[in-house]
């Protein structure tokens, strides 16, 4: 015998209606926009005052061979 039966699987399956995905959609459009003001406010901040606070550790990891390089910007 072949094959997985929907009883035997560990995961469940969704199958959401319009309407939640609408109010899925909508919910996590607005946490962006509260997420993206916030970090307006914080980089704001962090130019009026210079209070490593208000600063974000922002970095990029580079592999030279065996070595490894880290560029670390505050933003």
Do not use: D, W
């Amino acid at each position: 015998m072949t094959g997985t039966t929907l009883n035997l699987l560990k995961f469940p399956i969704m199958n959401p209606k319009p309407t939640i995905l609408h109010r899925r959609v909508q919910r996590l459009k607005e946490q962006a926009s509260l997420i993206a003001e916030e970090e307006r406010l914080r980089r704001h901040q962090f130019k009026e005052t210079r209070s490593p606070k208000y600063a974000t550790l922002m970095g990029t990891a580079y592999e030279l061979g065996n070595a490894c390089v880290l560029f670390v910007l505050f933003v």
